[in-house]
C-alpha cells in the first residue's frame, strides 16, 4: 500500500476523531472520538515505519544515532495527546496545563535531536515564564463559575464553533503537508561533523590560542579521533602530541550561530521586547468603559469599588 | 525485529510529522475555540510545531542557523503572550466575557 494512501486515510479518520472529541450540544460521543484518534495516531505510527520509505530494498541512513526510538515515539504521543487535550478542554486552566504538558514533551523530543539548549530554554520560557503569564489571565479574567458540579463554565468554552468545519480544514492541510513530508529523501548525517571542524578552523584558531591550533588549517576526521591534515597524516601540536579532533557542545554551536551570523537580529529582538514592555505597560494602564455602565463612565480601576460581581470575586 | 527496529529508529520525517500535527491541532483550536485566552493559547501550540520543525531540521543538516531562529520565535511568542494577554484583560474589563462572538460587531 502507498503511504500517501494510509496519510490520506489517517487524516480522514483524524478529522472525524476531532470533530467527536470537540466540546458541542448534543450527544456525547468523546469515546468514539478517543478510539478514533488512537487510530489515527497509530496509523501515522504505521507509515513511519519506513518500510514505505525505503528505496529498492535498501537501508536508509537515519542520519541520527539509534537507541533513541522509544523516546521519539513516547514524547511524540504525549505531545500529540496533550494537544487534543488543549483544543478540546472545557476548562481554560486546564487546557493551559495541557499545554505545559505539550510543552514538556516537545522539550523531551529536543532531547533526542541532541538540542539541549533548545530544550532547557522551551522549558524555561514557554513552561515557566509564558505559560504562568497565561495563568494568571486565566484567573483574573474568567467568571466566577459555581460549586456545583454540573455548572461547566460558560457556553463559550462548552460549544466550539464550527467544530466540523474547522477539523475538516486542519486535516486537509495536514494531509497536505504530510504528504510532502513523507518524499523519500537522501538524509545527510555527516554533515555536523563536517562543519564543526570548519568552525573550529575558521573560527577558534582566530582566538588567543591561534598559534597553537595553526596546524588546524586543513583539519578532516571525526571527533575523538586523530585529527588528519590534507596528506591524511596526523596533525601534531607544538609539544608533539596528536592533536584530537573537536566536538563543539551544542551551546557553543547555537552561540556562535547565534552572535556570529545575527547580530542585527539579535538587537532588534531586543527592540521588539522592550516595545511588548511599554506597549503592555500603556495597555494595562489605559482607562475603559464598561458597556454593562449606561452612563458610560470610566470603570473603576484598582482603587475604585468593583463594579460587578466578577470584579469582586478577584 | 532488530531490522524493523534499526530502520524505524527517527529521522527526519519522524519529527517532521510531529511539528506538523502540533501545528495543524493548533490551527484547528484557534479557528474552533471561543475563549479568547485558549485562542492565544493554541497560537502558541503552532509556535511549538514551528519549534519542532526548525530544531529538527537543524539537527539533521548539522545547521545552526534554525535552533538560532528558535530564539527569535521565542523572542515574538513572549512579545505576543505580553501584549495579547494585555488585550484579552482590557476586553474582558469592558465586556466582562472572554467570548470572542462578543466582539463580532468589530467584523463591520
Known amino acids: 500500500m502507498q503511504p500517501q494512501l494510509v496519510l490520506y486515510i489517517a487524516s480522514v479518520v483524524g478529522a472525524v476523531a476531532l470533530f467527536l472529541l470537540m466540546p458541542k450540544p ?36 537515519t542520519g541520527f544515532t539509534d537507541g533513541q526510538t522509544p523516546f521519539y515515539y513516547v514524547f511524540s504521543s504525549i505531545s500529540i495527546c496533550a494537544a487534543v487535550r488543549v483544543i478540546t478542554h472545557t476548562r481554560p486552566v486546564y487546557a493551559a496545563l495541557w499545554f505545559v504538558m505539550v510543552v514538556i514533551s516537545s522539550a523531551g523530543l529536543m532531547l533526542t535531536l541532541s538540542a539541549e539548549f533548545m530544550a532547557f530554554a522551551m522549558l524555561i520560557i514557554y513552561g515557566g515564564a509564558i505559560l504562568v503569564t497565561y495563568m494568571f489571565v486565566i484567573m483574573l479574567a474568567t467568571p466566577p463559575r459555581g460549586f456545583d458540579e454540573k455548572d461547566d463554565g460558560p457556553t463559550y468554552d462548552r460549544f466550539a464553533s464550527e467544530p466540523m468545519w474547522a477539523s475538516a480544514a486542519g486535516f486537509l492541510l495536514l494531509a497536505v503537508l504530510l504528504s510532502v513530508v513523507f518524499q523519500p529523501m537522501q538524509p545527510n548525517g555527516a554533515a555536523k561533523a563536517d562543519s564543526d571542524q570548519v568552525v573550529i578552523r575558521d573560527i577558534f584558531t582566530e582566538r588567543s590560542n591561534a598559534g597553537e591550533n595553526a596546524a588546524l588549517a586543513t583539519p578532516s576526521g571525526n571527533p575523538g579521533e586523530p585529527l588528519l591534515d590534507a596528506d591524511g597524516q596526523p596533525v601534531l601540536n607544538d609539544a608533539g602530541e596528536v592533536v584530537m579532533a573537536e566536538e563543539l557542545t551544542n551551546v557553543e554551536r547555537v552561540g556562535l550561530d547565534l552572535f556570529q551570523s545575527h547580530p542585527l537580529a539579535i538587537e532588534l529582538a531586543g527592540v521588539i521586547l522592550l516595545l511588548a514592555l511599554i506597549g503592555a505597560v500603556l495597555i494595562a494602564k489605559t482607562q475603559i468603559y464598561n458597556d454593562d455602565d449606561d452612563e458610560g463612565t470610566a470603570a473603576p480601576l484598582p482603587d475604585g469599588p468593583p463594579s460587578t460581581g466578577a470584579t469582586a470575586s478577584l | 525485529m532488530t531490522l524493523l527496529l534499526a530502520l524505524s529508529s527517527p529521522m527526519l520525517s519522524h519529527y517532521l510529522l510531529t511539528g506538523a500535527v502540533l501545528f495543524t491541532l493548533g490551527l484547528i483550536g484557534f479557528v474552533s475555540r471561543r475563549n479568547l485566552i485558549v485562542m492565544f493559547l493554541c497560537t502558541e501550540m503552532m509556535f511549538q510545531g514551528v519549534v519542532v520543525t526548525l530544531v529538527a531540521f537543524s539537527a539533521f543538516h548539522g545547521n545552526f542557523t534554525g535552533q538560532s531562529f528558535v530564539i527569535f520565535v521565542l523572542t515574538i511568542a513572549a512579545a505576543e503572550a505580553a501584549l495579547a494577554l494585555g488585550l484579552v484583560v482590557l476586553l474582558f474589563r469592558r465586556k466582562q466575557t472572554l467570548d470572542s462572538a462578543a466582539w463580532s460587531s468589530m467584523s463591520g
Open chain 1, 26 to 61: 448534543g450527544k456525547d460521543l468523546r469515546i468514539l472520538g478517543g478510539l478514533l484518534g488512537a487510530a489515527t495516531l497509530g496509523a501515522l505510527w504505521l507509515v513511519l515505519v519506513p518500510l514505505f520509505l525505503l528505496g529498492e530494498g535498501g537501508m536508509i541512513n
